[in-house]
């Protein structure tokens, strides 16, 4: 996310990441000089712009699956060009960027970011669809060159796989009952408009609901934006081949915005950074001594000064591992 100003967004947690990553960029050069940082997500540019100023030998893979959130960062980020690839891809194809870059897919690089979610440059994108808040066409895809789009899954989905959508993505509790309303308003007339999804769900969401837990139509754009992008799936197999990518002493951070994303990083930090030697023996057998420890205690949190300041990063959480020992994060219990 970048900086507050001509590219409308401020970066969340922006010194903290550079504290968690800084040690693996500057093993051999305080300057960053022969470390790579794969920026996962990358957006406007907010967070590799401070990492490539701070560390003016570093170079930088910035992959993002948007042509204009790419055009907006090769703009911002020009004077660094020298240090500085992008590749338009889901963060997913990690292995297959590097490669593309002239890098080994295991062991080549330092750090890696992941900055998960929809970016606020979408979000203030209103042509986009991603926002509740104004009215758009029903789009919400983070790839413009992507089918799949809110409005067909809105219009033909059956209820109950709209019911399986709102619930397994956007936790919604009224799931079926948003489902049924809008299998019932869309054979009288197509979904085209945020405007008009949002309008549903306040009559399909009883009042009492509606005046606690934010905004009624926050669960349903959630689910639906999640369902377009296969942001889960994604980071599934996005988060191995990210470990994989660290050679050792590299770091990973990861920040995430809602539950269901925590909790698939969560897991796969537990499983990385657990020996796989069975409790019931006495001593660590050399070959299971987990390949990865822990950075953070648990997931951390923004400031309150920095939530006043940025309200997105309320809902922010930020883990962090660093490899410490040779091997496959795939092999690792849990998986």
Known sequence: MAEQGEFGHVPVLLERCVELLAPALTRESPDGRGATLVDATLGAGGHTERFLSQFPGLRVIGLDR?????????????????????????????????????????????????????????????????????????????????ELTAAEIVNTYDAAALTDILRRFGEERFASRIAAHIVRRRSQTPFTSTGQLTALLYEAIPAPARRTGGHPAKRTFQALRIAVNGELESLRSALPAALDALAVGGRVAVMSYQSLEDRIVKQLFAAVTTSRTPVDLPVELPGDRPRFTTLTRGAERAQPDEVEHNPRAGSVRLRAVQRVAAGPASTARGD
Request: no cysteine; net charge negative; charged share 30%.
């Open 66 to 146: 948007d042509t204009t959130a790419l055009e907006i960062a090769g703009t911002r980020l020009d004077r660094f060009a020298d240090r500085l690839r992008t590749v338009r891809t889901r963060y997913d194809a990690i292995g297959a960027a590097l490669t593309e870059v002239g890098l080994a897919p295991t062991g080549s690089v330092d750090g890696v970011l992941f900055d998960l979610g929809v970016s606020s440059m979408q979000l203030d994108r209103a042509e986009r669809g991603f926002s509740y808040a104004q009215d758009a066409p029903l789009d919400m895809r983070m790839d413009p060159e992507a």
